[in-house]
Every structure is written in C-alpha cells, then in structure tokens.
C-alpha cells in the first residue's frame, strides 16, 4: 500500500474473465438459437428498487475536536433530534436465462446528502487532522465513504456435467446459518461504514467478489462438494474483509466520531495495509464445503483460507517504544507502515473450519440449527496495562502487539411458529428465533492482556456469550409487518433493543420504520484519553437512531 501509492501501477482487467466467459457461452448459445433471429433480445428479466433512507440522532452522539491546547476540547453541540443521514440509492438487476448458460448483472448507486450533523462531523475530522500538521482529513465523508457506485453481480452460470456446475463471476457466496454475527460466513467482507451492522438485508452491506464457484453433486452419497476459488489479483483489496468507520463518520466507534485515524493526530496515524507480507490481499483465498443430510439432520462441513473478517492494528516499533511491555508476538519486524505514525490495520490470512447441523422437530414444532467453528491462531490484539500511560500501551490499548489465539466459536438457535392471533390480534401465527453466540479462547493467558478491538481496553474474557431474538408479527394479511430484535452480551454487558414494522403497498411500495437502542455497562466519554473498560456495546454509544426507509421496487 505505502511503497506503490506514488507509483503508477498496471493492474489487470478485473472483468476480463467474465466478459471472455460471457462471449464462449453466447457464441455457443447462438448456435442453438441460430433460427430465432430475436433470441438474444428477448426473455430478458428486469428488477430492482429506488429506495430513500433517512435517519434522527435519539439521543445526542459525542462530537469533540481539539481545543486550543490539544486534548481539552468540549462538545460541539447538541444534535439530538438532528437528521444524521439522508441516503438516496438505486439497484438493477439484468437476468437472462439462455437455456444452457444463465447471466446475471447488478448494478448499485448510492447517494448522500449532507447534513448540518455531517458537516459538523467533517469539520472536526478536518480540526483533528490539522492537529497533524495536515490541512484537512484525507477522508471526505460523504464522497469517500457513503457514496458508491459499484458492479454488484456479473456472473454465469451453467452445467458441465449432469452432476457439475459452475458459477463464475462477481457474485455473494453464503456459509453457515448465523441472522447477526459471523461464524462460517466469513468468505465476504462487509462495509458497516454507512449503517453498522443493522441493515435487515445482510446482501446490501456484504461486499461481493469476483470467484470460481464449482459445485459437484454426489446423488448416491446423498450430498454435494463445493468449490471456492477467490483469485486475490481479480478483487480490488477494499474488498476484503470488514471495513469499519475509522474514519470519524456518524457510525465510528464512540467517542470517536470526527477522529479519522489515517490522519489521526499527534502523529498517531493508523493508515490500512493491503500488501503486509503475512496479509496480502493480493494471495489468493479458497475453501470447500460439503452438504448432506444424515437421516433428518442437514449438515455441512466446511474450511477456508482467507483473510480474518476483521482488520488488527499492527504496531509500529519506532513510535511505540516508549512502552516497555511492547511485543510484537509473529509479526515482529514486519511493519510496513509509515516511520512517523501509530501502526497500521492489516488483515492476516487464517483458516476457518465449521460445521452446521439443522433438523425439525415435529413434537416441539421447532427448527434446531447450529454452528460450530474452529480458527486455528486467530489474531487479537494485545496490550492494556501500560507504566507509560496506565491503561493502554504506546498510543493506544492494544498497541503492544498482536497475539495469535486457538479460537472455538459457536452458535445454537431456535426457530419456531409462534400463535398469537389471541393475544396480540395477528392476522397468522408469528416467527420467533432465539439464539445464542459463543467463544472459547481455548490457549487463553490472563497476562496476555487481548483486547476485542484496538484502541479500547476492555479485556477479552477466555469465554464469552451473546444471546439475540427475534419476534416478527404479520397484520392486515401481511400488510403490515412489525418485528422486535433483542440481544444481550451476558460476559461484558449491554445490548439492544429494536423495534420495526413494515407496511406493504401492493406489490411495489415498502414502507419500514425503525428505532435502534443500544444499552452499555461502560462507555468511553473522550477521545483518544481515559481509556476504561469497554467494549461490543459500548462502542455504540450515542448511536440511538430512529430510521425511515421508503422503497419502490420493480
């Protein structure tokens, strides 16, 4: 990343596969169809939807830039109540089926709309910069990090064989049987910058890839085989991995909103790096999954190599040497980052190996699911108590190295119908899902001080457990549709409660009003000083929305 961003690089032509692959298979289709002299124009399938979001501040989000002497800045001012988003998008989808070959393409565009609450949110990104010795931050909010077009879908699909098909293209590959945090759906990145992780359609936040998808039915056994294939040189390294907000926008963690850690200040930069020697975006990724079903149980079994979902801050030694306790642990010696800044966020390369088993149970009249999965030195960031700054090492909790950790995590859940027309006047019975995540840090040392995320000091328990459920209704036969979705960390505390409902409109309007509340057994008030305990739930902080979004779809 640092040693060819002044360099102009040839890349390849991330869409010549598709194309090449998309001219054999119309080449050979014509041959077919060489009497129909409109075979390739008609039988096209058009959709998609134009959908306007907008979002209120519920309670008002920590806002603080520098004052005239450095870290004694005040808040900015009271935004409650205040729009924070104004969200404009529209999506395409093209699908032909040509018999022997399928095609799909899907396009996306998003638009922002500033805000009085952005623009004072970029104002103090910018103040914080300054504090670096830049004039502004490298990062424009609304142009950089919420506004997009992007190639969504571009595939083919078809079957070599009775037995074997194969999927090639830009497309989302989904492992595993998880509604809210990642187990074995760890294929794809995800962008949580514009909406965190609320957004009910996990496809638009998921970032798709350019892949080789193989899949091979064995009837007799019951069961098939499938092959992935991600090609690190055909994807662009944004899109690998999970891109957090590090830079200050409206769903950074708190107090951090307005502090762009790429040009953080006091020279405390942490600046991505996609080409680290032990995470290069440019190796490629892979992975098998075997589906069966034994008996009444459908199961997978499932492994694959790519980069961790979640970025670490590798730190950089020259500016963290004032702490003593400063280990670097397997990537001593590999920082690739700027001399003068704080470390850099990079993205090892791990294995993952899972297992899913699902079954119905007709006496109970509920769905059983679980997932298993097994992350053979999964990294962590380590470092909390420090003599140089008493919670934190070097500039930030966390910066003392990264540590690499057998990890075993899980998910058990229930699913089932629910009847409470006589008691709530539903128009049929309800869905309620209840489950509950869970990891075991099996190698796990107390004095090894991990951390959940860098840059907080909240220490990782070896155990830890997070229970969701969901309760969705249906009234007016299915017109109008409210749903609860509730979670509670039971190890570091916190949770969230959010109502909806969604009203129809015939078959083209969707209206859906949301709240999203979050709770927090601690918080941290100011950035970048009196680090505490915090963690999952305290990073939300200040996040209390209320969210309207309005959808035509065609």
């Excluded at 020259?318 to 993205?347: H, Q, R, S, V």
Aim: hydrophobic share 35%; charged share 25%; proline share 5%.
């Amino acid at each position: 990343m640092y040693g060819l961003k002044n360099k102009k690089v040839t890349q390849p032509d991330r869409r010549l596969p598709g194309r090449l692959a998309l001219v054999a298979a119309l080449a050979a289709t014509s041959a077919a169809h060489a009497d129909d002299d409109n075979w390739l124009t008609k039988d096209w399938e058009i959709s998609g939807y134009a959908r306007q979001y907008l979002s209120w501040n519920l309670e008002n989000p920590t806002l603080i830039g520098p004052g005239p002497n450095g870290l004694d800045g005040r808040q900015e001012g009271d935004y409650r109540g205040d729009l924070s988003m104004v969200r404009t998008v529209g999506k395409l989808n093209v699908f032909r089926d040509f018999g022997a070959v399928r095609f799909k393409t899907t396009g996306r565009v998003s638009r922002e709309a500033s805000t009085s609450y952005l623009d004072d949110v970029q104002d103090v990104a910018d103040a914080w910069a300054r504090t670096g010795g830049v004039p502004e931050s490298s990062v424009d909010l609304i142009d950089d990090s919420y506004n997009d077009e992007e190639l969504r879908e571009f595939w083919l699909q078809g079957d070599l064989t009775d037995n074997l098909n194969l999927k090639i293209g830009r497309q989302q590959v989904v492992w595993g049987e998880t509604d809210f945090f990642q187990l074995m759906d760890v294929i794809h990145g995800y962008d949580f910058r514009w909406r965190s992780f609320l957004e009910p359609e996990n496809e638009e936040l998921r970032k798709p890839l350019n892949m080789v998808n193989l899949t091979q039915r064995f009837d007799d056994a019951g069961g098939s085989l499938q092959l992935i294939y991600i090609p690190g040189r055909l994807n662009d390294e944004e899109d690998r991995g999970n891109s957090y907000d590090v830079e200050g926008g409206r769903w950074a963690n708190q107090p951090n909103r307005g502090v762009p850690f790429a040009t953080a200040p006091f020279g405390s930069n942490v600046r991505y790096n996609y080409h680290h020697p032990d995470a290069d975006m440019d190796d490629d990724s892979y992975g098998l999954r075997w589906n069966g079903l034994a008996g009444d149980w459908g199961y997978s079994l499932a492994w694959f190599h790519g980069p961790n979902p979640n970025p670490v801050a590798n730190p950089n030694p020259a500016t963290n040497n004032a702490a003593p306790e400063l280990f670097l642990g397997p990537y001593e010696g590999t920082y690739e980052g700027g001399p003068g800044e704080a470390g850099e966020f990079i993205y090892p390369y791990i294995d993952v190996f899972g297992i899913s088993a699902n079954n119905y149970f007709p006496s109970l009249d509920v769905v059983f699911s679980t997932e298993l999965a097994y992350i053979p030195e999964a990294p962590y960031n380590a470092g909390i108590e420090s003599s140089s700054q008493g919670r934190g090492c070097g500039f930030f909790p966390g910066f003392c190295g990264i540590e690499e950790k057998n990890l075993f995590r899980s998910m058990f859940r229930l699913d089932k119908q629910v009847d409470l027309t006589g008691v709530l006047g539903t128009s049929r019975p309800s869905f309620l899902s209840v489950q509950v995540f869970n990891n075991w840090i099996a190698d796990f040392e107390k004095d090894e001080q991990l951390v959940n995320t860098a840059g907080f000091s909240g220490d990782t328990e070896e155990f830890s457990s997070i229970v969701t459920a969901v309760l969705a209704t249906n009234y007016a036969n299915d017109q109008i549709n409210p749903t609860l979705a509730v979670g509670s960390d039971l190890t570091y505390g916190g949770g969230f409660v959010i109502p909806s409902v969604e009203f129809v409109y015939g078959d083209h309007i969707r209206v859906r009003l949301e709240a999203d509340i979050f709770f927090d057994r601690e918080e941290q008030d100011r950035p970048l000083q009196d680090f505490n305990d915090t963690n999952l739930f305290g990073y939300f902080a200040g996040n209390d929305q209320l969210v309207a979004r309005l959808t035509y779809q065609f």
